[in-house]
């Protein structure tokens, strides 16, 4: 699944203790969103490894 949030500037993203940038991001890296007090832009990015091919996580 794809989502889209806009991001606030800047927003911090960060994977394995470190600031990354946004586009640093790969496909079926799962993330932990935080947003603005709004609810209307992701004002924060925890990432986590990307999730090896053989899960399904389409059920």
Excluded: C, I, Q, Y
């Excluded at 496909?27 to 090896?52: I, K, N, Y």
């Amino acid at each position: 699944m794809t989502v889209s949030f806009p991001l606030t500037t800047p927003a911090r993203v960060r994977h394995a203790g470190r600031d990354v940038a946004p586009t640093d991001l790969k496909e079926r890296m799962p993330v932990r969103l935080t947003f603005t007090p709004d609810r209307r832009a992701v004002s924060g990015v925890l990432t986590a490894d990307p999730l090896p091919v053989e899960v399904n996580d389409d059920d």
